[in-house]
């Protein structure tokens, strides 16, 4: 009898201890996959993204309330606009304006060395009066900067500038 009852007992051990490691295995596979992820799509899509980037507006706002609201942004620095000059027109810009010759003559105008920055070939415009190329792009380092028309003159402009 008592080998009987080991039997059963070896057996019945052996039977859950296969249960167990089924059921484990089953359950295993299921996790990560298609029918059951992880993470949802619909958590991402309609939970964390919207707070990453409500978070995010957040700190930007701070950021910029921060710097004293000096951030601004304006569609039309983002577009070249026309500008046609007259033969001894003087074009004065602020930091960062961009300058291409496209038609006429032109050259360096303002107080301050470099007047211009050559940015189709990487060289700085310190000369006074110096003949600009066309179809080269110019940068404004200096704010009071520009240049001066020699002759009837087409140029295209990014950002603030005044003639006169």
């Given at each position: 009898m008592k080998l009987k009852k080991k039997i059963v007992a070896v057996s019945?051990?052996?039977l859950v201890l296969t249960a167990v490691i089924a059921f484990t295995a089953l359950g295993a596979g299921t996790y990560g996959?298609?029918?059951?992820?992880?993470?949802?799509?619909s958590y991402l899509d309609d939970t964390l993204t919207p707070n990453l980037i409500a978070s995010f507006k957040?700190?930007?706002?701070?950021?910029?309330?921060?710097?004293?609201?000096?951030?601004?942004?304006?569609?039309?620095?983002?577009?070249?606009?026309?500008v046609?000059?007259?033969n001894g027109q003087i074009m004065t810009c602020q930091v960062g304006t961009?300058?291409?010759?496209r038609i006429?003559?032109?050259e360096s105008y303002g107080p301050d060395s470099p007047r211009l920055v050559d940015e189709t070939d990487g060289s700085a415009v310190s000369d006074s009066a110096k003949a600009l190329s066309q179809n080269h792009?110019?940068?404004v380092t200096i704010e009071g900067n520009g240049i001066k028309s020699t002759g009837?003159?087409?140029v295209l402009v990014r950002g603030s500038y005044s003639l006169s």
């Open positions: 019945a051990a052996v996959s298609q029918s059951d992820p992880l993470v949802t799509k957040s700190a930007l706002e701070q950021r910029i309330r921060e710097l004293g609201g000096n951030v601004s942004g304006s569609a039309a620095a983002d577009q070249f606009t026309v046609t000059m007259t961009e300058i291409m010759l006429g003559s032109a792009m110019y940068l009837s003159t087409k």
